[in-house]
């Protein structure tokens, strides 16, 4: 069974920093590129960074500079570190798994996804 399984998320001040980490299980994790989402309150999905097998990256212009996508794929583990955290990033954050995908930013091509956990910033 496929497992995504998010967790670090929690209430914080504006400024400061949250660890998100992503557990995957049930597939092969290093064969799978991997990105991280978020949905706002009454907002649509938004594509937040995505990190490709050879580990290259790609960010959001909203979280560039902030966020820091790795993988870890001896824990078949996920991370986004977030830094400088404002209110405006307050959602519910997903990860996700994607393979042989051609475009890494349609939430489309990902086979699978986590349940979620909520981030709040405070201001």
């Known amino acids: 069974e496929v497992q995504l399984v998010e967790s670090g998320g929690g209430s914080v001040q504006a400024g400061g920093s949250l660890r998100l980490s992503c557990t995957a299980s049930g597939f092969t994790f290093d064969e799978s590129a991997m990105g991280w989402y978020r949905q706002p309150p009454g907002a649509d999905c938004e594509m937040l960074s995505t990190?490709?097998?050879?580990?290259?990256?790609y960010y959001a212009d909203s979280v560039k500079g902030r966020f820091t996508i790795t993988r870890d794929n001896a824990k078949n583990t996920l991370n986004l570190q977030m830094d400088t955290l404002k209110p405006e990033d307050t959602a519910v954050y997903y990860c996700?798994?994607?393979?042989?995908?051609?475009?890494?930013?349609?939430?489309?091509?990902?086979?699978?996804w986590g349940q979620g956990t909520q981030v709040t910033v405070s201001s």
């Open positions: 990190i490709r097998i050879d580990g290259g990256t």
């Open positions: 996700a798994a994607a393979f042989w995908a051609r475009n890494l930013l349609q939430p489309g091509e990902y086979n699978y």
